[in-house]
């Protein structure tokens, strides 16, 4: 079922919740976590407000779903979780609302589930502003409607200043999992292609010029997007796709490595064939970073078999997520099992190691 056709979830009460008060204050105190009249208006005006649906505004302590609709999907259930605690909490291309359900969808639709449901959990810093607030809860809610998933439930904390830094926003997620799609990081096998669908190391980068500790002009915005409906439409051209990781911390080298290691093969990437813009070729060689670990929120490694690569790719560049989608390498039939190296341009070879430590810290 595509995710435009899906059922609008069901109401889990008769009765509505009513909104019942409106926020006075135009900063987070710690009696907006207390769980009284001030929590409530918190909920109402900023959550409520933004995120409405049946199933979460009567507020109950969990959100339910009929197991027949479910199943209407697929015949096996995904679940996810992830914090986000980025730093910038906005930035080029997107803020840290839309990165935590770009995150989760990501993380669902990668083992070939159709995202449908979300939770959010907030974690607030005493002072926040309350606009500040809200433009993070109004990306959420936008990016939530136009990937066509539902946040059903939540929970909110406020903590002391000097506690945490701003907002830290927890997301969870449940997708179902077509009956047909069967993907794993084991499943590789020599002559599958290795595809990724477009330019690497975006966020990365992205992230690290908005922080402006480099004093670097380099006009990158973030990839951050959800990816499901491209790999809807990935999995339908080439249903015997081997593996999809989408390529967060760590880049697409960890992702490769983690795929080697898994399937216990050898893996071969082309330096001419890896999309990777100028600007961040030319931002790397001046902090001496390597973009292949730069992280990614809008970008997918995917493991398939030779027979099927064209109609991936073909599916692929008809998709707007993946216009610049290009067949990075392959694996190979012999070489050493969990090793991966990139063929230069220069016609050398070198080793793409496993990331060793944190590139750079609270990137997503």
């Known amino acids: 079922m595509n995710v435009a056709e899906k059922k609008p979830i069901e109401e889990n009460s008769a009765t509505a919740r009513i909104r019942q008060g409106k926020l006075v204050s135009n900063v ?14 918190l909920i109402d005006d900023v959550f409520i407000e933004a995120f409405s649906n049946p199933a979460l505004n009567t507020l109950e ?4 779903f009929s197991l027949d609709d479910l199943a209407s999907y697929g015949d096996r259930l995904a679940m996810t979780t992830d914090s986000y605690v980025i730093d910038p909490l906005f930035f080029p291309g997107g803020d840290i609302g839309k990165l935590a359900i770009c995150g989760t969808v ?28 809200r433009q993070i809860v109004s990306s959420m809610a936008v990016t939530a409607r136009a990937a066509g998933i539902h946040i059903v439930t939540g929970d909110t904390k406020v903590v002391e200043r000097g506690s945490c830094d701003k907002i830290f926003i927890n997301t969870a997620g449940i997708g179902v999992i077509h009956k047909d799609y069967q993907l794993g990081a084991h499943q590789a096998r020599p002559g599958d292609h ?17 922080r402006g500790d480099m004093q670097l002009s380099c006009p990158i915005e973030s990839d951050c997007a959800p990816l499901h409906t491209l790999i809807q439409s990935l999995l339908q051209a080439a249903p015997n796709t081997r593996f999809i990781r989408d390529a967060t911390r760590g880049g697409i080298a960890s992702v490769l490595n983690e795929i080697a290691e898994t399937s216990r093969c050898a893996i071969e990437i082309h330096e001419a064939r890896t999309p990777i813009r100028t600007e961040i070729k030319g931002f790397c060689e001046i902090l001496g970073l390597d973009p292949l670990y730069l992280a990614n929120e809008g970008k997918l490694v ?9 109609a991936a790719l073909a599916a692929m560049h008809a998709h707007p997520l993946g216009q610049d989608a290009a067949d990075i390498g392959s694996v190979l039939a012999e070489g050493r099992p969990g090793r991966v190296h990139m063929q230069t341009s220069f016609g050398g070879k070198r080793i793409v190691d496993m990331l060793v430590g944190e590139q750079l810290p609270r990137i997503c």
């Open 28 to 41: 987070i105190t710690l009696a907006h976590g207390g769980g009284g009249k001030a929590m409530r208006d």
């Open 61 to 64: 302590d969990q959100a339910r």
């Open 106 to 133: 990501n993380d669902l639709a990668v083992g070939g589930a159709t995202p449908l449901y979300l939770t959010c959990a907030m974690i607030i810093e005493e002072g926040m502003r309350v606009d500040t607030l």
């Open 194 to 210: 290795i595809l990724v669908n477009g330019f690497l190391g975006d966020h990365g980068a992205a992230i690290l010029n908005a």
């Open 302 to 310: 995917a493991v398939v078999p030779e027979a099927e690569t064209a």
